[in-house]
C-alpha cells in the first residue's frame, strides 16, 4: 500500500512508555475519535492530548483524518496487525503489552 508507513517496534515503545499515551491507545482500540471525545474521556486538556497524540502518529502508530474542523485519529493499520484478536493484547515480538491489565 503506497504511503504506508512500516511498524518499527523501538519507535513504538518509545511512544508507549508514558501512561497518558496507553491510555489513548486503550481508547482508540475501540475505533476512531475526535480529539474532543478523547479530552473529555480522559480528563486531559486539548493541549496534552494532541501533544500525546503527535507523538504515537510520528512513531507511526496513528492515523489521522481531517473532518471539518475536527482531527479523527485512529490505530494505524501496521500498529493494528500488532493487536491480538480481542485487542487486549499488544504483541511487539520482543514484548508485550496487556492493556486489560494497566493502570487507568
Known amino acids: 500500500m503506497p504511503g504506508r508507513k512500516s511498524f518499527d517496534c523501538l519507535s513504538a515503545m518509545r511512544a508507549l512508555g508514558e501512561p497518558t499515551r496507553l491510555r489513548l491507545v486503550r ?3 475501540a475505533g476512531a475519535k475526535p480529539v474532543t471525545e478523547l479530552c473529555d474521556t480522559l480528563h486531559v486538556t486539548p493541549y496534552n492530548v494532541s501533544k500525546h497524540l503527535r507523538v504515537l502518529k510520528e ?6 483524518e481531517k473532518q471539518g474542523q475536527q482531527r479523527i485519529y485512529a ?3 501496521a500498529f493494528r ?6 485487542a487486549k493484547t499488544l504483541d511487539l515480538g520482543c514484548c508485550q503489552f496487556h492493556f486489560d491489565k494497566l493502570p487507568e
Open 59 to 64: 512513531a507511526g502508530l496513528l492515523e489521522v
Open 75 to 77: 490505530l494505524a493499520a
Open 27 to 29: 481508547q482508540l482500540i
Open 81 to 86: 496487525e500488532k493487536l491480538s484478536n480481542n
